[in-house]
């Protein structure tokens, strides 16, 4: 069985080729350059083709002959790029709907599509279950929101064979985007605790989010979306407790009360004052949200197998492996 993937160059796809290779797959990468093959375990394994998904001609007939596609290729936030929401949804929106197109004129048995909590955004439910109605705040969440839309457009209009996975934040060896950030406020002890009450950070381990896509592609329903997360949202100050006892760090964490800070950090960004936390994070991680993954648990099969001591002891290693912390 061959399976076209994009987004197989990062760091969550360079773990799945390994393992849809150990299931027997034939993989055939979309990538943007041959420099990005390095990322990749094995390249000359492989197959691929140089293109990109927001250039159509560029993907001309890149579904022939192709079993399986999973798409996991986007544009999310990093600390290095400002990007726009035209940035956003010239990747996320219409480069997704350029490879639908491609999908009508070669069908394919099964599509595997990449969601984020970023399109539910803050919403008045503490459980979080695949009806909640989003409303997505940032513009990255807004850009995946609409890529959903798409999907189910085509699901429905087109019957393309598509299956969504809603995935919280993906943490582990090679995430050089959130958490690397929470580490390295923790290690100079400035990543605050808000409040009293809950700071929840919904997140699903690397390995976990794999399993997840492997049970997807056998299991998966057509026109179904999937919530993928740890066991639980695990709250701040378990997670400082665990990447402490990995640095050896013994100092207390930094307390703030919840609506001064808000009112501070709101003034900043009036002034377009650089601020090290967003306001919308403060919102997000006191607002006690938790997503269940009852429905993949029940239609998948999918149980989380690493808890959060042991995938912030793997994460850490390999940040002091890199010399990133």
């Given at each position: 069985m061959?399976?076209?993937?994009?987004?197989?160059t990062?760091?969550?796809g360079?773990?799945?080729?390994k393992?849809?290779?150990?299931?027997?797959?034939?993989?055939h990468?979309?990538?943007r350059?041959?420099?990005?093959?390095r990322?990749?375990?094995n390249p000359?394994e492989?197959?691929?083709?140089?293109?990109?998904?927001?250039?159509p001609?560029?993907?001309?007939?890149?579904?022939?002959?192709?079993?399986y596609?999973?798409?996991?290729?986007?544009?999310?936030?990093?600390?290095?790029?400002?990007?726009?929401?035209?940035?956003y949804r010239?990747?996320?929106?219409?480069?997704?709907e350029?490879?639908?197109?491609?999908?009508?004129?070669?069908?394919v048995?099964?599509?595997?599509?990449?969601?984020?909590s970023?399109?539910?955004?803050?919403?008045?439910t503490?459980?979080?279950?695949?009806?909640?109605?989003c409303h997505?705040e940032t513009?990255?969440?807004i850009?995946?929101y609409e890529?959903?839309m798409?999907?189910h457009?085509?699901?429905?209009?087109?019957e393309?064979?598509?299956?969504?996975?809603r995935f919280t934040?993906?943490?582990?060896?090679?995430?050089m985007?959130?958490?690397l950030?929470?580490?390295?406020?923790?290690k100079?002890?400035?990543?605050p605790?808000?409040?009293?009450?809950?700071n929840?950070?919904?997140?699903?381990?690397k390995?976990?989010?794999?399993?997840?896509?492997?049970?997807?592609l056998?299991k998966g329903?057509?026109?179904?979306l999937y919530?993928?997360?740890?066991?639980?949202?695990y709250?701040?100050?378990?997670?400082?407790?665990?990447?402490?006892?990995?640095?050896g760090?013994?100092?207390?964490p930094?307390w703030l009360?919840?609506?001064?800070?808000?009112?501070?950090?709101?003034?900043l960004?009036?002034?377009r004052?650089p601020?090290?936390?967003?306001s919308?994070?403060?919102?997000?991680?006191?607002?006690?949200?938790?997503?269940?993954i009852e429905?993949?648990q029940k239609?998948?099969?999918?149980i989380?197998?690493v808890?959060?001591?042991?995938?912030i002891?793997?994460?850490?290693?390999?940040?002091?492996?890199?010399e990133?912390?």
């Amino acid at each position: 069985m061959k399976i076209l993937l994009t987004g197989g160059t990062g760091y969550v796809g360079s773990t799945l080729i390994k393992r849809l290779k150990d299931h027997g797959f034939t993989v055939h990468c979309l990538i943007r350059s041959e420099n990005k093959l390095r990322n990749i375990e094995n390249p000359d394994e492989l197959t691929y083709t140089i293109g990109d998904l927001t250039t159509p001609e560029t993907i001309t007939n890149l579904t022939q002959n192709i079993d399986y596609i999973i798409h996991l290729a986007v544009l999310a936030p990093t600390q290095k790029h400002a990007y726009t929401m035209e940035d956003y949804r010239r990747v996320n929106v219409r480069g997704t709907e350029n490879l639908l197109k491609e999908c009508l004129k070669n069908p394919v048995k099964k599509i595997i599509c990449f969601s984020s909590s970023a399109a539910v955004g803050l919403v008045n439910t503490e459980i979080i279950d695949e009806n909640t109605p989003c409303h997505p705040e940032t513009e990255y969440g807004i850009s995946k929101y609409e890529a959903d839309m798409l999907i189910h457009k085509y699901t429905e209009e087109y019957e393309l064979p598509i299956s969504t996975l809603r995935f919280t934040h993906i943490y582990g060896p090679g995430d050089m985007r959130d958490f690397l950030k929470i580490v390295r406020l923790i290690k100079k002890g400035v990543l605050p605790i808000i409040g009293f009450g809950e700071n929840l950070y919904p997140a699903v381990y690397k390995d976990d989010a794999v399993n997840a896509i492997m049970l997807a592609l056998e299991k998966g329903k057509a026109g179904h979306l999937y919530n993928i997360s740890g066991n639980d949202s695990y709250d701040l100050r378990v997670i400082v407790k665990h990447v402490k006892s990995e640095l050896g760090i013994t100092r207390f964490p930094l307390w703030l009360p919840k609506y001064p800070t808000l009112l501070f950090l709101t003034c900043l960004e009036f002034l377009r004052i650089p601020s090290p936390i967003a306001s919308r994070n403060i919102r997000s991680v006191t607002a006690a949200r938790r997503f269940s993954i009852e429905k993949a648990q029940k239609e998948l099969g999918y149980i989380p197998d690493v808890d959060i001591s042991e995938g912030i002891q793997k994460t850490i290693q390999y940040y002091k492996r890199e010399e990133l912390i």
